[in-house]
């Protein structure tokens, strides 16, 4: 199957590996390990299970809604800092869920993310925004960094949780 937009088929593939990488964690180890476990934090500055699974469950809509509207509306100020309030109020709401409703949570989270991935096209990738801390850059670079490296390291955080 050959597709026109080759680039945009990659993050897409990038993103659902993360994303099912992470749901063989949750079927996985992480539904056999002491319950306790999963708001333990694993040492320093790092998350807990939940709050890693609380932040990606949020993360995942709100940067495919910042993509939509870069491509809307190319040059606009584009995504957060790390002190922005919804981030750090899906952590305070949501660090003590169960595993259960981070489960059920994920997948609307995940579709949202992937609609929205799906109507790029490879030429929006070169569309521009301004982030307040790196500047201007195109939106492949915003996607990588704030989407699919972002998905794959809380998925290689949850493993250094067990």
């Known amino acids: 199957m050959t597709t026109s937009n080759p680039h945009i088929e990659e993050i897409r593939r990038r993103v659902r590996a993360s994303y099912d990488e992470l749901n063989r964690l949750i079927e996985g180890p992480l539904s ?4 306790n476990q999963l708001y333990r934090s694993p040492g320093g500055e790092e998350w807990t299970v939940m709050e890693n699974l609380a932040h990606i469950v949020e993360f995942m809509p709100y ?7 870069l491509v809307a509306r190319p040059g606009q100020n584009f995504g ?7 981030r750090l109020r899906a952590l305070r709401e949501h660090a003590n869920d169960s595993l ?34 790196f500047g201007d850059r195109k939106l492949e670079w915003f ?6 490296q972002h998905l794959a390291n809380h998925v290689e955080q949850l493993k250094g949780c067990l």
Do not use: C, N
């Open 32 to 35: 056999h390990i002491d319950q």
């Open 80 to 86: 957060r800092t790390m002190q922005h309030e919804g």
């Open 143 to 148: 996607i990588e960094e704030f989407v699919t």
């Open 63 to 69: 940067w495919a809604d910042e993509v939509a509207q």
């Open 100 to 133: 259960q409703e981070a489960r059920a949570a994920l997948p609307t989270s995940y579709a949202h993310l992937d609609r929205v991935l799906t109507s790029l096209k490879d030429s929006d990738l070169e569309l521009t925004g301004r982030h307040s801390k």
